[in-house]
């Protein structure tokens, strides 16, 4: 049986911050729930951190925790559709624009993760 795509994972420093920032950029939400549940346990503040798309079209990214930081170029990235200029208001920087030779602008999260994006149709 081929292997099947089930779930995105993204490597942080700062989880927390990293999760809310793509939160935000690609309207996503949490999924852990920081309150106690009914039995009193409450999600570790140290474990990933799981975020999805609340009309349930993109999928599942998982923020994890890790000590190093990023220091190369990201192998695998993801595409998004949006606008530039919202994305650098939240705080991603340009790698690299648009051009004769790319069709898409290069960004990086505020952790340095690579993206592209592209205009919306």
């Known amino acids: 049986m081929p292997a099947r795509f089930t ?22 939400v949490r999924r852990d729930v920081h309150e106690p549940s009914e039995d009193g346990w409450t999600r570790p503040h140290d474990w990933p951190v799981p975020i999805v798309d609340p009309a349930g079209r993109g999928p599942l990214i998982w923020v994890n925790p890790v000590p190093e930081k990023k220091t190369v ?14 994305l650098l208001g939240l705080g991603a920087t340009v ?3 648009k051009d004769d030779e790319i069709d898409r602008d290069q960004l990086a999260d505020p952790e340095g993760n690579e993206f592209c994006v592209f205009v919306p149709l």
Do not use: F, I, S
Request: proline residues 0%; glycine residues 8%; hydrophobic residues 40%.
């Open 7 to 28: 779930d995105l994972c993204l490597d942080a420093n700062d989880h927390q911050a990293l999760a809310d920032w793509w939160c935000g950029a690609m309207g996503y």
């Open 73 to 86: 170029e990201n192998r695998m990235h993801v595409d998004v559709v949006g606008d530039l200029d919202e």
């Open 95 to 97: 790698v690299r624009r």
